[in-house]
């Protein structure tokens, strides 16, 4: 009878709990100051350091949190899935993000309802070390003056807190995890005002707004703003009198979430950047980018969809050799060799289109399939 109250009870709690927090919603978390800001510029600015292609991995490390009875946690495919649309959205960065440990799951009356900040205790004694840190709670919020803001996610733009954490309700949504990972890899908005309000005339767009010329401003897109078929409906003017057309497709952008999914090329090449001058440390600390509890051959081909090289990459010693051939998508031979683990592929010369990769060890050939554009 007592379980069943409680039962009751908690059920009860989770219900208003939710009603509450839907009274306001806020996007995103994640803040920038003026000195961030202004590192941030000083990092992007640097001769961008060299590196191989391997450079490509974002390793990753994912925390599952629900209740102490185990449950409200979020269901791993529902991750993993997620995790390939990050991987699509981000391949134009020439970034692949990979599964470095087992999934660790959390279950803690404590954190389940996540509070900014506040509650990061948990993620500074599991934080698993270089590599970027995922966490799923079932809320997520902020105080506010005694206020209470319900948040999709944040992030930190510097410093050794290589973390996200973004709320079940928005972690299958398409966009909000790459969302928190582009601010993450040094993302502004799209509306983002630190720098000054941007004009729809492209008059300083590399300084204003979101420091991009790429990037239509932007006069804070949302569901009110923006239609169903992702067409932005307002009718906001600048402060010149030009009317916005924002794209509402920028996943950096306050959009629906439904619709963000790219980003502009000048997004991808900064993020790159980023990644290669400043956060360069991350780095799988077992042994290969790839575990297998068996003996069979294992690899991946990245980033894919790719334009000009492509890594390969095993669950095997790194320097062991393999035989690859390359075939179009009729199954003709293209190319023949030796390629040893860590390797990349130049495919310069090849047309966009689909493609196919054998590759062989003593015993084993596995197939895997890339697209070019």
Known sequence: MVNSINIWLTVFFVFITTLFFAQINVECGTNLSIRE??????????????????????????????????????????????????????????????????????YSDNYAYFEQQVDEVICDIVDFPNVLNLYFVPQLYRDNDGQTIQLC???????????????????????????????????????????????????????????????????????VNVNANCQYIGAAQDSHGDAYLPDARNIMSYSRKSCRDKFSI???????????????????????????????????????PSRDFLAVVTNESK???????????????????EITNYQHLNITTLKAGTYFVTLSNDSTTKIQKFIKY
């Open 153 to 223: 996610g944040y992030t930190y733009y510097l410093g050794n807190k290589n973390r996200v954490i973004i709320s079940n309700q928005c972690a299958a949504n398409g966009s909000s995890l790459a969302h928190e990972i582009g601010h993450y890899f040094s993302l502004l908005h799209t509306h983002d005002t630190t720098n000054g309000v941007e004009l729809v005339a492209r008059v300083n767009c590399s300084v204003l707004g979101d420091e991009f010329c790429d990037t239509p401003a932007d006069p804070t897109l949302s569901e």
């Open 37 to 106: 800001k202004d590192l941030i510029q000083k990092i992007l600015s640097s001769p961008i350091k060299n590196g191989n292609y391997l450079d490509s991995v974002v390793p990753v490390d994912i925390h599952i949190i629900g209740f102490s009875d185990s449950t409200g946690a979020i269901d791993s495919v529902t991750i993993m899935t997620e995790l390939e649309r990050v991987n699509q959205h981000y391949a134009p960065a020439g970034m692949y993000f990979l599964k470095c440990n087992p999934l660790n799951f959390i």
């Open 266 to 304: 000048e997004q991808a090449q900064r993020m790159r950047t980023y990644f290669r001058n400043y956060r360069s440390y991350l780095y799988c600390i077992n042994d290969g980018y790839l575990h297998s509890a068996s003996n069979n051959l294992e690899y991946i081909l990245f980033p894919n």
């Open 319 to 337: 320097n062991k050799s393999y035989h690859y051939c390359l075939y179009n998508s009729l199954g003709k031979p293209i190319s023949c060799n």
